[in-house]
């Protein structure tokens, strides 16, 4: 009777089970990575989308009130309150300075 455990150079086809354990947490722990990079990824592409979108609707808003009154808005509340703008006071702060009464203001949003 020939066994091939008894063969000098034989490796038997089972892995230990601790080593499969650790690969497949490996995998996981590397998908898992992927994942939250990914969805982190979209999240600040998102929050920067948001924050262009901000800028083109002020801007638009500071054009259409001079459009429509003739000067520009005194203040971000007149500007909000005439054209309508909302956003998230929370994820953006807007700097609205008045260079004069019919000068184009400065306009600066920053992310916070």
């Not at 499969?20 to 989308?49: P, R, T, W």
């Not at 259409?64 to 909000?80: C, D, V």
Request: overall charge neutral; glycine content about 6%.
């Amino acid at each position: 009777m020939f066994h091939r455990k008894n063969e000098r150079f034989y490796h038997s086809r089972r892995s230990h089970p601790l080593r499969n354990l650790c690969l497949s947490l490996l995998i996981f722990l590397c998908v898992c990575g992927l994942f939250f990079g990914g969805i982190s990824h979209l999240s600040a592409q998102a929050k920067q989308e948001q924050k262009n979108s901000l800028e083109n609707a002020l801007w638009r808003g500071v054009s259409q009130y001079y459009a429509l009154e003739g000067r520009y808005p005194q203040s971000l509340q007149e500007l909000k309150d005439t054209c309508g703008i909302q956003y998230d006071t929370d994820s953006f702060f807007v700097d609205y300075q008045i260079a004069g009464a019919n000068l184009l203001p400065d306009i600066t949003v920053i992310e916070r």
